[in-house]
């Protein structure tokens, strides 16, 4: 599975993608993770040089209609998604088990919800996902419009950006690709197990109260422990 995403912060996701199961992925070719700024395709008046070399790139306008805040553009968007599919057009035929199948979302508040039916269904359909990470107020329409994007929500609050919920969707979608888990039945969505667990030590003893584990964990009856976990 190949994640592109498209965002004015990729370092934002330097430190999650790096680290544990999403990183030990990311070494063994389980999945592929790429970035593209749109700062880098933003061209004309919205582009100047400074005289000490350094090189700015406004990548959002006032919404026309007025309103608070500003909006991301069209162009550079659609320019770094460009890149995505042209990298994507790139790289198809050197794998010859899977023909390449994109899809392109965007997140937004009022979008589908994101859920585990979701990553399991997409795991199986696509080969490449492109992920757009919005700013400020948003994103001009017209990339929607354009690119024919699938509008994804992770739940009903608004944040920031569009980064944390790209990154939650690589980590769900990453979890259901064989190999990536050490045990791939490790997937909490697969168990039958309440959402209640302990571990050692058998007697907790915390401001000089014990806590003990339920003793039929300790039973060795498996069936009375797979009831327990079941919750009957």
């Given at each position: ?216 964990l300790l039973s060795g009856d498996h ?10």
């Amino acid at each position: 599975m190949n994640f592109h995403i498209i965002t004015i912060f990729p370092e934002s996701f330097d430190s999650y993608i790096n680290e544990s199961i999403i990183g030990r992925a990311i070494k063994e070719k389980k999945i592929k993770v790429s970035f593209y700024n749109p700062r880098k395709f933003v061209t004309g008046k919205y582009r100047k040089v400074w005289p000490d070399g350094n090189v700015s790139a406004q990548v959002d306008e006032r919404p026309f209609g007025g309103g608070p805040g500003m909006v991301m553009m069209a162009e550079p968007v659609l320019r770094a998604v460009e890149k995505a599919l042209k990298t994507i057009s790139n790289l198809k035929g050197r794998s010859t088990n899977r023909k390449q199948k994109i899809k392109i979302i965007n997140f937004v508040p009022s979008g589908k919800k994101f859920d585990t039916a979701y990553a399991k269904q997409s795991v199986k359909k696509y080969t490449d996902i492109i992920l757009i990470c919005g700013r400020y107020e948003g994103i001009d329409a017209r990339v929607d419009k354009i690119l024919k994007t699938e509008q994804i929500s992770i739940g009903d609050y608004v944040l920031t950006g569009g980064e944390l919920p790209a990154m939650v969707l690589i980590d769900c979608m990453s979890r259901q690709i064989p190999g990536v888990l050490g045990n791939f039945d490790s997937r909490e969505e697969e168990r039958i197990s309440s959402s209640i667990i302990y571990t050692r030590p058998e007697v907790l003893i915390y401001k000089d109260k014990k806590h003990r584990v339920p003793k039929v964990l300790l039973s060795g009856d498996h069936k009375a422990i797979e009831n327990w976990k079941k919750g009957k």
